[in-house]
């Protein structure tokens, strides 16, 4: 069966800092792998998705930025975080069909103080 | 735009008391409408994929159905391990895995 790893679960970083969010898929190959943002009280927001290593789509103008340098491994980073990154992200995959669900991990709860 | 509304947006039912949430949406040719489940601190979790009006889908007390402007999650007989936020998200014809969600409805039930 398929699982997802994202880690670390909690962080806390002061502004200004960088930041490397790591993600691993388990059981599968070739998956789309996304990264999505939860902030308290709005709904998901997607950041970036990928169907393939280095093949990187950016839905949102911001100072993130992901990585994808093998097949199952998915990096979100930040050379200088803001307040405003603070929130839930949380890492998801899905098989490549247009219609399949994602399933999601676990989630990295980020604190920029 | 593509766009999904949630309501309530928070509901307490006793145990036993059965319900329904919902979700509308408007969204340039459905591919997809999904219902996940997210406990606090958590990852949503899956539940359904919808694909057309008229389908409907079950696992234990819950019950999802389509119709081509809403989706509603019916829950029976609810027990207070059923207490968690529903997601409802629509795939738009084209967007590969590019979910819109809705803001949730958060479900409490007390025994």
């Known amino acids: 069966s398929q699982t997802i790893h994202q880690w670390p679960a909690t962080l806390v970083q002061p502004v200004g800092s960088p930041l490397s969010l790591e993600c691993t898929v388990e059981?599968?190959?070739?998956?789309?792998l996304y990264w999505y943002r939860q902030a308290a009280g709005r709904g998901l927001q997607l950041l970036f998705y990928?169907?393939?290593?280095?093949?990187i789509s950016s839905e949102v103008p911001q100072n993130l930025s992901a990585s994808r340098p093998q097949d199952r491994q998915f990096i979100l980073s930040s050379k200088k975080l803001l307040l405003s990154d603070s929130g839930f992200y949380l890492c998801?995959?899905?098989?490549?069909?247009?219609?399949?669900?994602?399933?999601f991990g676990n989630g990295t709860r980020l604190t920029v103080t | 735009e593509d766009q999904v509304t949630q309501s309530p947006e928070a509901l307490r039912l006793q145990e036993g008391e059965s319900s329904s949430l919902n979700c509308s949406y408007t969204?340039?040719?459905?591919?997809?409408l999904f219902w996940y489940r997210q406990d606090p601190g958590k990852g949503p979790e899956f539940l359904f994929t919808?694909?057309?009006a008229g389908e409907e889908k079950e696992k234990e007390r819950l019950k999802a159905t389509l119709t081509k402007k809403e989706s509603f999650l019916h829950i029976t007989a609810p027990k207070p391990e059923d207490s968690a936020t529903y997601l409802c998200?629509?795939?738009?014809?084209?967007?590969?895995?590019?979910?819109?969600f809705g803001q949730g409805t958060t479900l409490q039930v007390k025994p």
């Open positions: 998801a995959w899905s098989k490549g069909r247009q219609d399949s669900p994602l399933h």
């Open positions: 059981g599968t190959s070739n998956p789309n």
């Open positions: 990928s169907v393939g290593i280095g093949q």
């Open positions: 919808l694909y057309s």
């Open positions: 998200a629509v795939q738009a014809a084209g967007n590969t895995g590019k979910l819109i």
């Open positions: 969204v340039s040719g459905l591919r997809g």
